[in-house]
């Protein structure tokens, strides 16, 4: 079976135009990340404009830990989180999907603030997602924050019924989500933990829910490097259509053509079963690294 591409993109990209009926992707997602509302209404308004595009995939955010504000401090990085936690410190936490790193000296407002003895190498921005690999973590509160619900009431009523649902680890995560979007809707669950993937071991195959093997996330978040293997053969073993996104054909960013091992990579996730694959956002945020990666993939996939 020839793979399929989705990519990333939001209607206010310059580029969002040339590939918005690009026939060589099979889906366009759209991340909630780092938008507010107000630009979301915008986002969808502009939707309208393009008339009839590629099938459009709105990414929820579910319990993942993301920095909603940074409180100024000339010494210590002191953040706000979405999720209140709670975790035995001190610990290391994660940044910049694992390429750097500081230590959490305490939790502050039942778990809301976190604070740091100094910080990372990089600035860290609203909107960053974060990892905490100690076991004692428990990301605690409701799935869906007061701001990610209104998302999905604005993405419903602009007539959204294909999404992807973030770090999903256990039943309760869908159930939830199906409340509000409805059970019929077509929903692209986001394995991105340790939790994530106990859930997969579990996990009973609908026509309507699709795995994903995030591994932008994943890889970060599994205890060891090499535990990406087995997670990725299981993920496909239990939903012969799962997709698997992210750290795909990043050589692109910095060569015109792809390396051996991208091109290896991509045919060896073909030859397990994977004919769903996404491109990560850095790539598709500039038009001609989004250009140069669809061509190589499209080489590619000639091939397989």
Known sequence: MIPELSVTLWPSFPHFKTFANDK???????????ITNPALEKELG?????????????????????????YPNKDNLIIGLNHPITVKTPCVVLFKAGA?????????DDGKILVFRGGPRFNVMPGESLHIRDNTLS?????FTPEELKKIEQVKAAGFK????????KQSDVDQ????VGKDAEIWLKIESVAGMRFVSTFQK???LVLVAARGDMYVELPKPHDIIPA?????????????????????INEEVPSCADIVEIAWLHDIGYHRMMLCDEICLKEHLLSRAVNAFCGIRRDL
Do not use: W
């Open 24 to 34: 060589r992707l099979s889906g366009i997602r759209l991340n909630s990340a780092m």
């Open 46 to 70: 502009l939707v309208k404009t393009f008339g009839e595009t590629n099938p459009l995939f709105f990414d929820v955010k579910g319990r993942q830990m993301r920095v909603t504000e940074i």
């Open 100 to 108: 750097d790193a500081a230590l959490l000296d305490h939790l502050e």
């Open 139 to 143: 990301v605690r509160g409701s799935i």
């Open 162 to 169: 294909r999404y992807f649902l973030s770090y999903v680890e």
């Open 177 to 180: 989500f199906q409340e509000l």
């Open 206 to 208: 609908k026509d309507n």
């Open 232 to 252: 990725l053969r299981l993920i496909i073993e239990k939903d012969p259509k799962a997709c698997v996104g992210s750290r795909l054909l990043l050589s692109v």
